[in-house]
């Protein structure tokens, strides 16, 4: 798989870029059509559950477009070898990156938060690339995956550190490092109960702990791709801060809830973009109570 990957990015690179992103449409058609029935129906039901539409078949519209848009990620990433040095920079316009360059000038560090929304690879890749001290926090891959997946992460500059590594991120954040964690989804024993569209569902403690234990930003960043400037839009935001008393797990649950709450709105006015195919509430005591309901597919035959 390793080589075939590798062949295969350099036939993408060698390709005009139409022909490129044709192939891309292709491989995300592909990736909808060979989706396993259940993994659809549950990105439906989620849509329905969320209230992001009350439409089933507006609901699957969602999952598809959100599904569909991976095949354009993937040729992103194989054309890093292309893109590297200075060639991304006609892919993406930034919008106040002045976050960022105030946390960078201020040499404290900070916590950069992320989503599953838009190419998050690419985001990190155009971060690291644009000389932020970018310190990615990725879950370790199967095998030849996470080979290739933090080959092409180094083509574009990034130092990557897996989710085990909390003395690392805590140490690099101490020197003036950006720590970037991608905290909206489910993580198992290991989160924290907080409300998410307005159900208690576990959720990363990450950006909450560390911004608190150093005091520094949580800088939300996204990135999206525009259709109408067939750009990526890389967005900064104004920053949170941890709250910070004597009561650890209290202030974790404030700084988490804020969070979560920004999150919800992003997704609600950027649906198509995220991570539905991701058992979000799998956790939580009311999906297992039933109140989660994965309905047919509207189009299924």
Known sequence: MYRFMKLFSALICALPEKVQYAIGTFLGELCWIFLPPKRRRLAIGQILFCNITSDPKEARRIAKKS?????????DVLRYPEIKDGRYKDMFEWVDRKYLDDAMEDGKGAVLMAIHSGNWELLGGILASEGYPLISVAMKQNGDS?????????????????????????????????????????????????????????????????????????????????????????????????????????????TLTKLNEWIEDYIRRYPEDWFWLHNRWKWTRRYYAGKIEVPPDPMAK
């Open 67 to 75: 599904t569909t848009r991976f095949g354009r990620m993937i040729i």
């Open 146 to 254: 996470d080979k290739l997946i933090n080959e092409y992460r180094q083509i574009m500059h990034q130092h990557v550190t897996y989710k085990t590594g909390v003395r690392e991120m805590i140490k690099e954040l101490m020197n003036g490092s950006m720590i970037g964690l991608i905290m909206d989804q489910d993580p198992g024993d290991k989160g924290q109960l907080v409300p998410f569209f307005g159900y208690e569902t576990l959720t990363a403690v990450g950006p909450a702990v560390m911004g608190r234990m150093k005091d520094v930003p949580i800088i939300p960043v996204t990135i999206r791709f525009d259709e109408f400037k067939g750009k990526h839009i890389l967005t900064a935001y104004t920053p949170f801060y941890a709250e910070h008393t004597e009561d650890k797990r209290r202030d974790t649950a404030v």
